[in-house]
T-cell receptor, first 112, second 116 residues
Framework: AQSVSQHNHHVILSEAASLELGCNYSYGGTVNLFWYVQYPGQHLQLLLKYFSGDPLVKGIKGFEAEFIKSKFSFNLRKPSVQWSDTAEYFCAVNNYGQNFVFGPGTRLSVLP | EAGVVQSPRYKIIEKKQPVAFWCNPISGHNTLYWYRQNLGQGPELLIRYENEEAVDDSQLPKDRFSAERLKGVDSTLKIQPAELGDSAVYLC??????????????FGPGTRLTVL
C-alpha cells in the first residue's frame, strides 16, 4: 500500500522567510501528486497538483512544488511567506485508478 | 456556486449511540468521498462513490459503519454503535468525475464527532 510522509510536524517561520515543506511517497509507479492547505477555520482546499509534464508546478498564492521522481518527492516551496500563510499543509498522492493517500500534515506558523 | 455542504457541523454523543452525517456535493459532481480525519493526522478515505455506486469501500469498517448515496447526489454516513475511537472529523468531498482521480476534490467543512 502506498504511504505519504511529511518531514516536519510543525514549522515556525518569520515573515519573508523562505519555505520548503517536504513530502515523500512510497509508490513506485505513475502517480498524481497534490498539495492541499487548510487555513484556520476553513475547508481543505487545493494549492497545486501535478499529473505530468513540467515537474515544477506553480499553484495559487505564490506556491510551487517540484516533483523529483528519483527521490519520490514532491516538496512545496514559497520564496517569501506571509502571516496569512499560517495553516496546515497536506501532501496527497494517488496512483492511477487508486484512491488518494494523504500525508499527516505540516502545521506552518508564520510570525508577523 | 455553493460548495460541499455537510451537517451537522458538530455532534456529541455517548458511546454505543448511533450517529449519522449528511453531505450534499457540488452540483454536477458525480464522485463523492467520505474521509475520517483524526487529530494531528491527514484525512483517510472511508468510501468513494461514482454516482450511486460505492466503487471503493475497502477502508470502511463495515461492522459499524454504513453509507448510502441512493440517487447519486447527497449521501449519508452512519455509525452504529459509536465507539470512543470514532471521535474524529468526518469530511465529505466531491469531484466532477473520479475515474482518473486527477480531478480536484472539493471538501466540505466536516462534522466534528465527539464520543463520550
Amino acid at each position: 500500500a502506498q504511504s505519504v510522509s511529511q518531514h516536519n510536524h510543525h514549522v515556525i517561520l518569520s515573515e519573508a522567510a523562505s519555505l520548503e515543506l517536504g513530502c515523500n511517497y512510497s509508490y513506485g509507479g505513475t502517480v498524481n501528486l497534490f498539495w492541499y492547505v487548510q487555513y484556520p477555520g476553513q475547508h481543505l482546499q487545493l494549492l497545486l497538483k501535478y499529473f505530468s509534464g513540467d515537474p515544477l508546478v506553480k499553484g495559487i498564492k505564490g506556491f510551487e512544488a517540484e516533483f523529483i521522481k528519483s527521490k519520490f518527492s514532491f516538496n512545496l516551496r514559497k520564496p517569501s511567506v506571509q502571516w496569512s500563510d499560517t495553516a496546515e499543509y497536506f501532501c496527497a498522492v494517488n496512483n492511477y485508478g487508486q484512491n488518494f493517500v494523504f500525508g499527516p500534515g505540516t502545521r506552518l506558523s508564520v510570525l508577523p | 456556486e455553493a460548495g460541499v455542504v455537510q451537517s451537522p457541523r458538530y455532534k456529541i454523543i455517548e458511546k454505543k449511540q448511533p450517529v449519522a452525517f449528511w453531505c450534499n456535493p457540488i452540483s454536477g459532481h458525480n464522485t463523492l468521498y467520505w474521509y475520517r480525519q483524526n487529530l494531528g493526522q491527514g484525512p483517510e478515505l472511508l468510501i468513494r462513490y461514482e454516482n450511486e455506486e460505492a466503487v471503493d469501500d475497502s477502508q470502511l469498517p463495515k461492522d459499524r459503519f454504513s453509507a448510502e448515496r441512493l440517487k447519486g447526489v447527497d449521501s449519508t454516513l452512519k455509525i452504529q454503535p459509536a465507539e470512543l475511537g470514532d471521535s474524529a472529523v468526518y469530511l465529505c468531498a466531491s469531484s466532477l468525475a473520479g475515474q482518473s482521480l486527477t480531478d480536484t476534490q472539493y471538501f466540505g467543512p466536516g462534522t466534528r464527532l465527539t464520543v463520550l
